[in-house]
Nanobody
Framework: QVQLVESGGGLVQPGGSLRLSCAAS????????MGWHRQAPGKQRELVAS???????NYADSVKGRFIISRDNAKNTVYLQMNSLKPEDTAVYYC?????????WGKGTLVTVSS
């Protein structure tokens, strides 16, 4: 089993920045993919960004050039630096880790972009 704990959400004004963190614990395998998904009210959950243990990245078109995903393998932690935030980025952000074909999810952290 893997546990994921997110932190860093909150309220920010349009144009501002936030940094999300997600720490994994439990049975950790070196080959994995970690990432962030989000779900806005009334919408389906969508991929925001993902990063393999080999540092290959994938971003949603809506966040390219604004968000940066990174990880510290020694700490089993993934980060999401969110810049130039827009009201449409408002959502619950979920950390995700996939290893050995199993997908694990955090409980989510709320990001609200509003003036």
């Amino acid at each position: 089993q893997v546990q994921l704990v997110e932190s860093g959400g909150g309220l920010v004004q349009p144009g501002g920045s936030l940094r999300l963190s997600c720490a994994a614990s439990g049975t950790i395998y070196s080959i994995n993919v970690m990432g962030w998904h989000r779900q806005a009210p009334g919408k389906q959950r969508e991929l925001v960004a993902s990063l393999t243990n080999g540092f290959s990245t994938n971003y949603a078109d809506s966040v390219k050039g604004r968000f940066i995903i990174s990880r510290d393998n020694a700490k089993n932690t993934v980060y999401l630096q969110m810049n130039s935030l827009k009201p449409e980025d408002t959502a619950v952000y979920y950390c995700n880790r996939v290893q050995s074909g199993v997908s694990y999810w955090g409980k989510g952290t709320l990001v609200t972009v509003s003036s």
